[in-house]
C-alpha cells in the first residue's frame, strides 16, 4: 500500500477544468518530484490534497484512508504538511512563535520543546536569532523557517510547493541537502520545484504535468537522460 493513492483526479475553478485525470503514488521514505511549467495544475494539485480545492472526481487515499473531501485541518492532523510557494510566514511573529504556529494540533502541542530543540539541531542559523521577527530574515532563512515549521506537525509526508523559490544558488544547494537529510530522517517528501536538474539529482521517481495531464513517470535517474524532458526541462 502507497503512502498517498491519487486516482484519476479531476479538478476544477468554476467551470475551467484544471486537472484531468491524474493518477500519482507515493511511497514510504521516497523523494517525489513534480515537475511541469507554470500553470500545469501542480499547486492545485497540491492544493487538492491538502483540502483547499475539492475535487470533481478521483480518489486521494493517505495511509490507506479517502482523505479527498476531508476539511484541511484533519488532513493536517493526519499526518500531511504542507509548505506553499514563498513560505507564507507570520512575517511580525519571531522565529520561536512562527514554529510553535506548526505544532498546533492537539497531539503534537505536548511535544513542541522537543520539536523545536530539533528544528533547531537542523537549522543552527535559526536558534541563534529565535527571537527575530520573521519579516526581518534573508530569504534563505525565511524558507529555513518554513520548512522548520512544517515540520513541527511530525508529518508523514510533507508536501513542499517551489523549495527554490527566490533564493541565492548557494541557499538552494543547502535546502536541497536539507531535504535529503528529511528523507533519511523518515519522512516522505512530495516536492514541486522548477529547478529541475537538482530536483531529479535527489528524487527517487518524478511525474510530468503538462496542461493538467499527467505526461511523464519515471524513476530520476531515467528522467535525466530522457531526450524530451532534457529539451523541454534541462535546456540541452
Known sequence: MSLLEIKNLNCAYGNVQVLWDVSLSVEQAEIVALLGANGAGKTTLLNTITGFVRPMSGEICFMGERIDGRPTNAITEMGIAYLPEGGKLFPD??????????AYPKHIWKERKELIDMVFELFPRLNERQKQLARTLSGGEQQMLA????????PKLFLI???S??????IVSEVFRIVQ???????????VEQNVRQTLEIADRAYVLENGRMVLC????NLLEN???KKAYLGL
Open 227 to 229: 531526450e524530451y524532458v
Open 147 to 154: 520548512l522548520g515549521r512544517g515540520l513541527m506537525s511530525r
Open 161 to 163: 510547493d517551489e523549495l
Open 218 to 221: 519515471d524513476k530520476c535517474c
Open 165 to 170: 523559490y527566490g533564493l541565492a544558488p548557494i
Open 93 to 102: 511573529m519571531t522565529i520561536r512563535e512562527n514554529l510553535e504556529m506548526g
Open 181 to 191: 537529510t528529511l528523507r533519511e530522517r523518515g519522512i516522505t517528501i512530495l516536492l
